[in-house]
């Protein structure tokens, strides 16, 4: 008998929520026998909603139908999935799962612990960096009758499941390289993704090489024509200080396939993807790169230590990345985010000279690198395979009691949000 499943996340946003929701969605798809589907669709900010008509996308759009009319009917749901930040879960079925990308630094925030606590009965994270934080995080707290309970912390289990392999076939991007040497960095430009010292940094390194070239796939907040300009006026900006450098900076704005991408990344003249964020919950185009065989010149701390290891032959686990030194130290007050990034938490500060030496070394021992690249691109083709990750996934959510009686107030509750949602 298959248990009626409520996946509620950003299932058409185009952002790595959205991509976590549809790997949810398609490890419940590969085992029909086990679930019957339904969806709620999470708006993600102001990342844009994916315009694919693929068969993948319009039964999203068919089962968000289906979801409204069964609520409409008093339907009701043995197991609820929520694709979120966990100060957004809720309480929705018998059975309810958390399923986060965590946290890049290196606490959670208090509101965080409560909800889980209080709405779930396990979480889900992407990686072994948000586990342990999860599970190490404390607190001094008073209860509702004023006790000090020391060492409060998270009491619901949290379990990894990270993302896996989806290769595509290249799809020519129309962008005309003039340079032989391309680097290629791909991020929203904000605080967390350190995209302003990723370019100047850059630029400074390669000033007087008129063969190079740095790929900037961005957006500011949505890809829209308006974040496009103002995305491209903040560029150049940035590099106005730098009117004589030779080396070339090329924009890329807008919505990518998964063939354009596979594109960039197998690029003749690509060296080597950059990622000098202060941290990451896993770091997808980072994994990507890495499954394409792309070198990686990144920091070796948060969410990528899960995928840019190798085994040596001893056994231990060796970074196959070329390494940028950094620094662990408390978030900008910019980044703070009430409720989700605490002001006293830390991440990780590439230092300059290090990622400038890492660029340098990068075309200085081009075979080298690549051959890194080629053996951690086959480990993670061996390891992180789909099948293997969508069982992984579906061990994590199969939870006990998923016939209890369903609260009533949380069908009310959710028919309310439908018609909200449109």
Excluded at 105 to 127: C, L, Q, R, Y
Excluded at 166 to 186: G, P, Q, S
Excluded at 280 to 296: C, D, N, R
Aim: hydrophobic letters at 35%; proline letters at 4%; glycine letters at 6%.
């Amino acid at each position: 008998m298959s248990r009626k499943i409520l996946l509620k996340g950003p299932v058409l946003s185009r952002s790595g929520y959205g991509e976590q929701a549809r790997f949810a969605l398609r490890s419940i798809l590969s085992r029909p026998d086990l679930f019957e589907v339904y969806i709620i669709n999470l708006p993600w900010g102001k990342t844009g909603q994916i315009s694919s008509t693929d068969e993948e996308s319009m039964f999203i759009h068919e089962n968000i139908i289906k979801t409204q009319a069964h609520v409409q009917r008093g339907g009701q749901f043995d197991i609820s999935l929520q694709v979120t930040v966990p100060n957004e879960f809720e309480k929705i079925a018998p059975v309810n799962v958390g399923y986060t990308a965590g946290i890049e630094t290196t606490k959670v925030s208090p509101e965080w612990i409560a909800k889980s606590n209080e709405a779930v009965d396990k979480i889900i994270v992407v990686s072994n960096h948000s586990r342990k934080v999860f599970e190490q995080t404390k607190y001094d707290v008073k209860d509702q009758n004023g006790n000090e309970l020391k060492g409060w912390g998270l009491q619901v289990p949290v379990e990894v499941v990270n993302y896996p392999v989806r290769l595509a076939d290249a799809e020519e991007v129309d962008i005309e390289f003039k340079t032989n040497n391309n680097f290629l960095t791909i991020a929203q430009w904000g605080p967390r993704k350190n995209l302003d010292n990723t370019i100047k940094w850059f630029v400074e390194t390669f000033a007087d090489n008129e063969e190079v070239g740095l790929v900037v796939k961005t957006n500011t907040a949505s890809d829209c024509i308006m974040d496009r300009e103002f995305t491209q006026r903040r560029l150049e900006a940035l590099l106005s200080g730098y009117e004589d450098r030779k080396c070339s900076v090329y924009l890329i704005h807008g919505e990518m396939s998964p063939g354009n991408l596979a594109w960039l990344y197998e690029h003749p003249t690509m060296k080597a993807m950059i990622n000098i964020g202060h941290g990451e919950g896993y770091g997808l185009p980072l994994f990507e790169a890495a499954y394409h065989g792309l070198p990686l010149i990144t920091t070796t701390w948060s969410g990528q230590m899960d995928f840019i290891c190798k085994p040596n032959k001893k056994g231990k686990q060796v970074p196959r990345v070329i390494k940028v030194d950094y620094d662990l130290k408390q978030v900008q007050k910019e980044a703070v985010w009430k409720g989700v990034i605490q002001p006293d938490s830390k991440w990780a500060y590439a230092k300059e000279k290090y990622y400038k030496s890492a660029l340098k070394d990068c075309l200085e021992k081009e075979n080298h690198w690549k051959k890194e690249a080629l053996a951690l691109k086959n480990h993670i083709l061996k390891n992180f395979s789909e099948e293997k990750l969508y069982n992984q996934f579906l061990e994590a959510v199969g939870l006990e009691d998923p016939y209890a009686s369903i609260n009533e107030q949380s069908i009310d509750d959710l028919f309310a949000e439908l018609e909200n949602n449109g």
